[in-house]
């Protein structure tokens, strides 16, 4: 059983920056692809980046394009979510979610196997 743990979240004013922390309690496979996803209140659950854990691909949606930085350090089964020029509608909670057959870089969280609690960033206007 995989555990993944966040943290990192907070609140911050609009403009502002917050890094996003995931520590994975297994061994991460090299085939496996690392997602970040968000879900504000109300709303579905939506795909942020991606990045392939072992040549460290990385991936966005178009919201997070220029202003977010997805990393992994293979090393401490960690990955990071840099989040600059923060928006208030960045607001929702932050999942990290693993997939570990990793063929292809889904954008949808239905198809990750684990996740964790999830860290809350509120960002105000």
């Known amino acids: 059983q995989v555990q993944l743990v966040e943290s990192g979240g907070g609140l911050v004013q609009a403009g502002g920056s917050l890094r996003l922390s995931c520590a994975a309690s297994?061994?991460?496979?090299?085939?496996?692809?690392m997602g970040w996803f968000r879900q504000a209140p109300g709303k579905d659950r939506e795909f942020v980046s991606a990045i392939r854990w072992s040549s460290g691909g990385t991936y966005y949606a178009d919201s997070a394009k220029g202003r977010f930085t997805i990393s992994r350090d293979n090393a401490k089964n960690m990955v990071y979510l840099q989040m600059k020029d923060l928006k208030p509608e960045d607001t929702a909670v932050y999942y990290c979610e693993a997939d570990y057959s990793g063929y292809v870089v889904y954008r949808r969280s239905s198809e990750y196997d684990y996740w964790g609690q999830g860290t809350r960033v509120s960002v105000s206007s």
């Open positions: 297994a061994r991460t496979f090299s085939s496996a692809v």
